[in-house]
């Protein structure tokens, strides 16, 4: 089964294609419910090209006809149970919220979280970030405007900058009881 990890890291891939400056990420369980939350200030989308966006044939992409990013992660949400939607407008921003029920047989594993957001990182994109995790009211942040403050002109995106970032989110998982989720 697909980890979602990797759909929150395509849905984060279209805040950035949309010129976010800001992809906040939020991933909360609690009470059997897991609800993935990625919003960004990007350019939108119009009411109707919004409509048409669950389906896998609505992409602006140029190098094949097929966009994937979205309808995968609500196939995800619904085939455990769950929810999805997304909302936009132009010029403001996206939303897009998934929810999941924790213990459904078909629910994929949240996954390496720490890889997804070392990945984003490591990109060298224009877009900030924060993660907001939590688990039953527990919970940390990681946000690369902290970050940045704290490296004082080291760019994040040097080797041992990651390898530091991916430890410390990996010890914070194990830290509210997320590892396993
Ligand atoms: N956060 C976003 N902001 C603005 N447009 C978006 C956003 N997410 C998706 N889109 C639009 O919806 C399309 C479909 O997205 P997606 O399903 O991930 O497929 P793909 O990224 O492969 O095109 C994108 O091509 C883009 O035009
Ligand atoms: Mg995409």
């Known amino acids: 089964m697909r980890e979602l990890a990797l759909n929150?890291?395509?849905?984060?891939?279209?805040?950035?294609?949309?010129?976010?400056s800001?992809?906040?990420?939020?991933?909360?369980?609690?009470?059997?419910?897991?609800?993935i939350e990625i919003a960004d200030d990007g350019c939108g989308m119009d009411a109707?090209?919004?409509?048409?966006?669950?389906?896998?044939?609505?992409?602006?992409?140029?190098?094949?006809?097929?966009?994937?990013?979205?309808p995968l992660f609500k196939m995800a949400?619904?085939?455990?149970?769950?929810s999805?939607?997304?909302?936009?407008?132009?010029?403001?921003?996206?939303?897009?919220?998934?929810?999941?029920?924790?213990?459904?047989?078909?629910?994929?594993?949240?996954?390496?979280?720490a890889d997804t957001v070392v990945t984003l990182i490591g990109g060298e994109c224009p877009s900030?970030?924060?993660?907001?995790?939590s688990v039953e009211g527990k919970g940390f942040v990681f946000d690369t405007r902290?970050?940045?403050a704290e490296l004082g002109g080291v760019p994040v995106s040097e080797?041992?900058?990651l390898v530091f970032v991916r430890d410390m989110i990996k010890e914070n998982m194990i830290d509210i009881g997320g590892e396993t989720l």
Do not use: Q, W
């Open 48 to 70: 109707e090209f919004l409509k048409r966006v669950t389906d896998p044939f609505t992409t602006t992409r140029t190098t094949r006809k097929v966009g994937m990013g979205i």
């Open 128 to 133: 900030e970030f924060r993660f907001e995790v």
């Open 77 to 82: 949400a619904e085939m455990a149970g769950g």
């Open 84 to 113: 999805f939607s997304v909302t936009s407008a132009k010029g403001v921003g996206t939303t897009v919220r998934a929810t999941f029920v924790l213990s459904h047989i078909d629910r994929a594993p949240l996954g390496d979280l």
């Open 22 to 35: 800001l992809v906040r990420v939020s991933v909360a369980a609690a009470d059997d419910l897991l609800t």
């Open 8 to 20: 929150i890291l395509d849905i984060c891939e279209n805040s950035v294609k949309a010129g976010a």
């Open 159 to 161: 080797p041992e900058v």
């Open 146 to 148: 902290e970050l940045k």
